[in-house]
């Protein structure tokens, strides 16, 4: 029978006879339960005790090993807390129940999750994310170029690039003026830099659509004599392409609701850092975009105040479009 972790520094079996029966004779309970409760960065995990410490010697292999229960930092409600990137450790948890590393197509935070993999002493996972990555099997991307409404596709072709020559027994044809758009810049030369996902086929800023919305609140007396008591903004939306939305807000934007999103694949679930909407249309301005539209809705509702008199609460939920042309 194994013994509990407290008690590995002592040698397994005794070596005389008489002490040993009586220390041994009651089992004593395990020292963390088989399902345990993580809070990692705000970000609640329960999973099996073997798997957290499924590879030895890394940093939770030590604290469900060899540490006590009480000695662990804990949340209030009692789960197990660790003060890291929430978001991220589901890559984490996800390596330790098989020791397979799979990460989505178009996964933009590889560096981060590498850092994650070094606090938590995963030296095989480390290793695994600092490595090249190899192209899949299959076909080649496809490579579609600049369509004729001055729109990019999903993949980005080099200004100076160029069909590779059509092999033996293929049907010789005109070029693809979707690839011959590509191929060439608009003055005519032969090659030019790389397009970003917010550029358009003449080096300038891509057009698009952006819309930030917010919800508030606020009071007003039954009598509505006294001033509106406006709460403030508690979150900023950002819907629209997500290079856009990355070449505006830059860091300020929070992708943590929609993380592994392609560049030219379009969100709703970003949200800014900042709860000023002034600093957000400061920011579209500087990009170049301009207001094209607004839109509120809202709704009313009475609630007793201390002083026994009703309050109106209204509360409305506000959007606003912008446009870059």
Same mark, same amino acid.
């Given at each position: 029978m194994a013994l509990a972790d407290s008690t590995r520094g002592l040698p397994n079996g005794g070596g005389g006879g008489g002490g040993s029966g009586s220390s041994s004779s009651s089992a004593e309970p395990p020292l963390f339960p088989d399902i345990v409760e993580l809070n990692v960065g705000g970000?609640? $995990?329960?999973?099996?005790?073997?798997?957290?410490?499924?590879?030895? @010697?890394?940093?939770?292999?030590?604290?469900?090993?060899?540490?006590?229960?009480?000695? %662990?930092?804990?949340?209030?409600?009692g789960r197990f807390f660790l003060d890291r990137d929430g978001f991220l450790f589901r890559y984490i948890l996800d390596y330790l129940r098989d020791l397979q590393l799979v990460l989505p197509d178009y996964f933009p935070e590889r560096s981060r999750l590498q850092r994650e993999a070094e606090?938590?002493?995963?030296?095989?996972?480390?290793?695994?994310? !600092?490595?090249?990555?190899?192209?899949?099997?299959?076909?080649?991307?496809?490579?579609?170029?600049?369509?004729?409404?001055? #729109?990019?596709?999903?993949?980005?072709?080099?200004?100076? $690039?160029?069909?590779?020559?059509?092999?033996?027994?293929?049907?010789?044809?005109?070029? &693809?003026?979707?690839?011959?758009?590509?191929?060439?810049?608009?003055?005519? !030369?032969?090659?030019?830099? %790389? %397009?970003?996902? &917010?550029? &358009? %086929?003449?080096?300038?800023?891509? #057009?698009?659509?952006?819309?930030? !919305? $917010?919800?508030? &609140?606020?009071?007003?007396?039954? @009598?509505?004599q006294a001033d509106a008591k406006f709460r403030r903004v508690a979150r900023i939306t950002v819907c629209g392409k997500t290079s856009l939305a990355k070449e505006v807000f830059g860091d300020t934007l929070n992708e943590s609701r929609d993380p592994d999103r392609p560049p030219e694949r379009y969100t709703s679930r970003y949200y800014l850092k900042f709860n000023f909407l002034e600093q957000a249309f400061d920011k579209l301005s500087e990009s170049g975009f301009h207001m094209v539209a607004?839109?509120?809705?809202?709704?009313?509702?009475?609630?007793?105040?201390? @002083?026994?008199?009703?309050?109106?609460?209204?509360?409305s939920y506000t959007e606003y479009v912008f446009c870059r042309e």
């Open positions: 970000q609640v $995990y329960v999973t099996r005790r073997c798997t957290v410490v499924s590879v030895p @010697d890394s940093l939770l292999w030590r604290m469900f090993t060899q540490q006590q229960p009480q000695e %662990l930092a804990r949340d209030s409600k606090y938590f002493e995963l030296p095989e996972l480390v290793r695994r994310l !600092g490595a090249p990555q190899q192209p899949g099997p299959g076909p080649p991307p496809s490579r579609r170029g600049v369509h004729k409404e001055g #729109s990019l596709g999903d993949e980005l072709l080099p200004l100076g $690039y160029a069909e590779p020559e059509q092999q033996e027994g293929a049907s010789a044809g005109a070029p &693809s003026p979707t690839l011959e758009l590509a191929s060439r810049s608009p003055s005519g !030369g032969a090659a030019g830099p %790389l %397009l970003t996902p &917010s550029q &358009s %086929l003449d080096g300038s800023r891509r #057009s698009g659509y952006i819309t930030i !919305g $917010y919800r508030g &609140s606020y009071t007003i007396g039954r @009598d509505a607004c839109s509120s809705t809202g709704t009313c509702a009475f609630a007793s105040s201390t @002083d026994q008199s009703e309050d109106k609460i209204w509360t």
